[in-house]
């Protein structure tokens, strides 16, 4: 996918990680209240990175940081870190349910990100109901690896230490999202080459 394609997935593996660290080094010398409101400051922080280097904040970033200082207000007012843990898999979750109910709608999200890029320009006429339909498949499967993933970020979130908690979410999930990726380029790379023909799909050069 070209760069601009690429933000929304990097915001989602990147987004809140800064906070999360944050959190969990405060809340293990500090206790749990101020890791909550650390976590809230950096997460106020990284929007207004964005903004300043970007002039604009992607949805994602918003809906990370409001979700966290929302969150992050909860456990403020009942002296519960794990509503500021949740945070995660709350994000997951709805961007799991956002790639199924675009399947649902016959508008997958990568189809459309797809197209919007203009990546079906440039492939074979021939190619290009083969890569919408697996596109298709990559969103609804996506879109269950977001759910398996939610259900792990709630279990950590209500019953791992915050350390493992955090590193679910820095190196876990995003360790976990590449490996599937490369996994799904190569199947994908696999099964167009032998519908359509390797010369075809992947032209060689010269």
Known sequence: MSEPSQKPIRS????GVIPVIAFTIVEEYFGILWGVVAGMVFAVGEILVEWRKQKRVSPITWGGGVLILLLGGVSLATQEGVWFKLQPALLEGVFGVVLAVSCLMNKP???VMAKEQGMFTRLPPALEPVFRQRFYGLTWR????????????????LNWST?????????????SFVVYMIAEVWILRKRVSREIGQDRVFPQSG
Do not use: M, N, P
Not at 167 to 172: A, C, S
């Open 109 to 111: 999200l990568l189809v």
């Open 142 to 157: 996506l879109s269950l690896f977001f759910f398996l993933h939610t259900a792990l970020a709630t279990y950590a979130a």
């Open 163 to 175: 350390r493992d908690w955090a590193l679910l979410k820095g190196v876990g999930f995003t360790a």
């Open 12 to 15: 989602l593996i990147l987004g």
